[in-house]
């Protein structure tokens, strides 16, 4: 088969993720396989360490990830948080999202539904995450995973996944398995998913925004842009830190949009008039 | 003193506590003790089985509590999901905002971090929680306090309080302490909370959606309506149960408004115009 597609996602180490995603997508695969497979590829790779296997451990020494899946037909989520002992957290927020009339599990109640539902435990925690936890390297890791999929009937989902900042508190649970902060998609409207500081992100709902600015009229690129600048100008303000925020758009159109407050941020796009490509986007100039 | 203030609150059982945060306002003291002290007299109050101590129990047995506080000044958020053994949730979550740089906090990272603070175990469970758990009422229990307050200086806080839905999965997290969700607010707009079935609430992101829209000129009421209407129509189309969303909001000006998908929602208001007083709202028109 090769049918109509969209698949989008944050980060160019996304882009062997993609791949797999997008093949699913070609041969009339659900949209959720994509979403979980794709994101599956960039959780077991162990020189990927904001997501997944080889993430970089809370203060206290352990791996706890937190994923998110959306359904943009029911607007469902299903979503873990503090995680800790599984290899894919993408794979157990699925089985939230379908198997459990709540939309987000944390720590020993995620593991508990986790082990219920068959899943193995494993180490999570790598050498070369270790060495770099023990190193104690004030470096702030933020780079999430978030992928947006669409398939020949307009149905959309979006999922995300990451280790979140380094050295964390333990339990610290940022954006990326909250729904309208990390994610949001709608199949009327369009998808949007966030990467950065959790708590920055937050304080903007900036996926849900943007979404919402995609049905009052505005492209993709429209909607990023302002979901970020207006975000970034409130936190200006505050003179807090405030330069990592990036957002990834799509509309029903398969139109794309990126926004960022970085010097640059990579994305990867591929569909049926798009090969696998890595876009850039860079620094949105912040008005007045 | 006698200073110019709002307080306004979901439910009527919230009176008492409102009492007390009217008090601290008129006197001049912090927004943030208003809400802390409202919403600790809620938790503390056994006979009220959706809130802190005496909250009922999920799956497992066991009490786990969700709460969050806003500022209004920095968009930034203090929470707390599925904690077990501490009496006043709403507490600890201040902790988070005022004490670390995180805004979310899980289950056993929550209760170190609690611990750390000085806040002492309890039983968390009552004998009058245990029978109702133990005979497996099916009974539904919604009913979020959710606080906003409004001081002299216009300084705007929100904060809510849950122990979730009766008979929920261990760990679950509803939209009590998530940002956009649960609770939104923002000095220079205004704020909401949300009361209901969280899950459903979580998909219209129905707090800030009302912000937004108050940014955009909706008075509280239409804001509230509208956001309220929104995700009632799409969720109508999935044919699921979506008969449990209220929603309470706040401008600057101090107008209030309220809207539930229920027969009605009480709420409660005391400012310095309008003595300790219950409204009530019926259910919101569904126009088309």
């Not at 002992?85 to 009339?101: C, M, Q, Y």
């Not at 959309?156 to 996944?161: I, L, Q, W």
């Not at 794309?256 to 798009?274: L, W």
């Amino acid at each position: 088969m090769n049918l109509k597609f969209t698949i989008i996602a944050t980060w160019s180490f996304s882009a062997s993720g993609v791949k797999i995603g997008s093949e699913i997508l070609k041969n009339g695969g659900h949209i959720f396989d994509a979403i979980e497979e794709t994101i599956k590829a960039i959780e077991d790779d162990p020189n990927i360490d904001s997501v997944g296997f080889g993430g970089l451990p809370n203060m206290a020494g352990e791996v706890e990830l937190d994923a998110a899946i959306m359904d943009g037909k029911t607007l469902s989520l299903g979503a873990v948080a503090a995680l800790k002992g599984f290899k894919n957290p993408i794979s157990v927020a699925r089985k939230v999202l379908e198997e459990t009339p709540h939309a987000l599990l944390v720590d020993q109640g995620a593991e508990e539904f986790a082990l219920s539902k068959g899943f193995q435990r494993v180490i999570m925690i790598t050498d070369k995450s270790r060495k770099i936890w023990e190193s104690r390297i004030k470096k702030r890791s933020h780079d999430t995973v978030g992928v947006i999929v669409m398939d020949e009937s307009g149905n959309m989902a979006c999922g995300t996944s990451t280790s979140g900042t380094f050295m964390k508190y333990k339990g610290r649970v940022g954006d990326t398995p909250l729904v309208g902060s990390g994610l949001y998609v709608d199949n009327e409207i369009g998808g949007a998913v966030a990467t950065g500081l959790g708590e920055d992100i937050m304080k903007g709902c900036i996926s849900f925004h943007a979404v919402y600015l995609m049905s009052q009229g505005y492209s993709p690129k429209d909607a990023a842009d302002e979901a970020v600048r207006n975000i970034y100008k409130k936190l200006a303000k505050d003179k807090k830190a405030h330069d990592d925020i990036s957002i990834l758009c799509i509309n029903t159109n398969g139109d794309i949009g990126a926004a960022t407050t970085r010097s640059k941020f990579e994305y990867v796009v591929s569909s049926e008039d798009i090969p696998l490509s890595i876009f850039v986007v860079t620094k949105i100039k912040i008005l007045e």
